[in-house]
């Protein structure tokens, strides 16, 4: 089975968050289920050295201004076609954002295209090569479904994949000719959205299926508090909406084999570890006592991440004994909040504002305790990663952080099943009775080593949601 996967990032190539990971991994080990995936993906500028080697399978001239081409190319085990559109790829700054930090003007075009190609290869093939089902992640790719009604032949299922409903591609109605989108879909039943376009909409309306990353996600979602907004479409298609829950990629996460680590090691020799934190330590300057508790956060600094209570709550633990890093970019206001945190502590807390593969590595593997505080949260990698390396996670109980973290209360403990902190509501108070409760832990070997050895075997690779994946694409293919 053939299935083409649209989105605008893919790890390892280009990536500002979980999303690109996903579409990455998912792409590799649907090969073991005999699924050919390919990955069709903006070139952009920070990607152009993809261009050497690739081959040109499609050219043409589009209503998206200037000359289109598709390039095939694999690498790094995943099968890329890549839309080369200068005018609208090949430019400085970041993929969604221009230099100064505002969305690109144009970013409807941007990914108007990607979602217009995605339907003409439905439509028409490329190279001989035709997807039997077409899997759309995010806005993004909102309009493939859209567009493929527009096409005669790109009649395929589409199922579209709802990686963050908090970004959903809304645009001025009067895109709709730049767009070349039919006027006919501009309606509630299409892609209309309070009198604007609405991406994500459309693809929710049009698709065949719509998943989400995780089960308490997918019912979060149909709710006023978490649906923001399109809760009222979600609920009319509920029949189709699912949640699977994402893995990591266990071979790029794995402290046994992963080369940014200082050290490498396994749940049979834990002890080596601690070179790790050693390690991380001495990378941020700090005072290189190994026995305090080391918290961690690894994020993009957004209000979904709940990061500004953190802030409130990290002096009490910091003043305690307890070390604290963090690796993330984003607002302003926590980027200067976690640096003035850093002044405070000095030789206690360590802060980089930059956005480093290798040093999240190392901070996973370094750390003892990582915190994902979020107010709403679809899945989460980071908290699987860290358990991945025997770090335990702190998350509020929302999306898939309430599906992956058991708490460490006396129930587990006794049970010995705990592997992490969950808290609830995501307010200072709760989340600072989780870090006390993990400062406690700390102190207790046998209780801790025990969640640290749980964490690290919990399940956290694609295995079984693959399995997922390919039944869902085979069911909607014989359909
Ligand atoms: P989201 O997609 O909402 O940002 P996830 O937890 O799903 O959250 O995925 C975040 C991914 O991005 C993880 O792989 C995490 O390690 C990575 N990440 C986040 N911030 C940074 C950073 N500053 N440097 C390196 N990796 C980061
Ligand atoms: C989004 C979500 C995150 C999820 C990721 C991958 O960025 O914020 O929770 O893990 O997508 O699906």
């Not at 923001?228 to 949640?243: E, F, I, S, W, Y």
Request: hydrophobic share 45%; proline share 4%; charged share 20%.
């Amino acid at each position: 089975m053939k299935i083409l996967s649209v989105a605008s990032e893919c790890a390892p190539f280009i990536k500002t968050g979980g999303l690109a990971d996903v579409v990455g991994a998912l792409a590799k080990v649907l090969g073991d289920h005999a699924i050919e995936c390919r990955v069709l993906l903006p070139l952009y500028r920070q990607i152009a050295h993809l261009v050497e080697g690739a081959e040109q399978v499609f050219e043409s001239e589009t209503r998206f201004g200037g000359s289109v081409r598709v390039l095939a190319k694999r690498e790094a085990g995943i099968d890329l076609l890549l839309v080369d559109a200068p005018h609208l790829y090949d430019r400085a700054g970041q993929i969604y954002l221009n230099e100064q930090g505002v969305d690109w003007a144009d970013n409807h075009l941007r990914f108007g295209l990607l979602s217009w190609i995605g339907a003409r290869i439905a439509d028409k093939g490329i190279a001989g090569w035709r997807p039997d089902v077409i899997h759309a992640h995010d806005w993004q790719a909102g309009l493939v479904p859209v567009y493929a009604r527009q096409f005669p032949n790109a009649t395929q299922p589409c199922v579209i994949t709802i990686h963050n409903i908090a970004f959903q591609g809304i645009f001025p109605a009067t895109t709709i000719g730049a767009l070349d989108l039919d006027p006919m879909g501009f309606t509630q039943d299409g892609f209309e959205y309070f009198e604007k376009i609405s991406f994500l909409k459309g693809g929710l309306m049009y698709a065949n299926q719509i998943t989400t990353v995780s089960p308490t996600y997918a019912d979060e979602l149909l709710t006023d508090e978490f649906g923001m907004g399109l809760q009222g479409v979600l609920n009319a298609r509920r029949d189709v909406l699912t949640g699977i829950l994402n893995g990591i990629d266990t071979t790029v996460w794995n402290p046994e084999t992963d080369p940014a680590l200082a050290q490498n090691y396994s749940s049979r020799t834990l002890a080596k570890k601690l070179a790790n934190k050693r390690a991380l330590l001495e990378r941020f300057n700090l005072s290189g006592n190994t026995s305090a508790p080391l918290f961690s956060v690894i994020s993009r600094l957004s209000e979904q991440k709940g990061l500004d209570i953190a802030l409130r709550v990290l002096p009490d633990i910091l003043d305690s004994g307890a070390r604290f890093v963090l690796l993330g970019s984003g607002s302003a206001d926590l980027e200067r909040g976690f640096l003035e945190l850093a002044k405070r502590y000095p030789g206690k807390v360590g802060v980089e504002i930059g956005f480093d593969e290798d040093l999240a590595h190392l901070v996973q593997a370094g750390a003892d305790a990582t915190l994902v505080p979020s107010r709403f949260e679809p899945c989460g990698l980071t908290q699987l990663c860290a358990m991945r390396y025997g770090t335990l996670p702190i998350v509020s109980k929302t999306g898939g952080l309430a599906d992956t973290v058991i708490d460490a209360n006396e129930a587990a403990l006794a049970a010995k099943c705990a592997t992490g902190f969950n808290f609830a509501p995501v307010t200072s108070e709760k989340l600072g009775d989780a870090l006390n409760r993990a400062m406690a832990l700390y102190e207790n070997k046998t209780h801790w080593q025990k969640s640290v050895r749980n964490a690290m075997k919990h399940p956290v690779s694609w295995e079984s949601s693959a399995a997922r994946f390919a039944e869902l694409f085979q069911d909607l293919s014989e359909r």
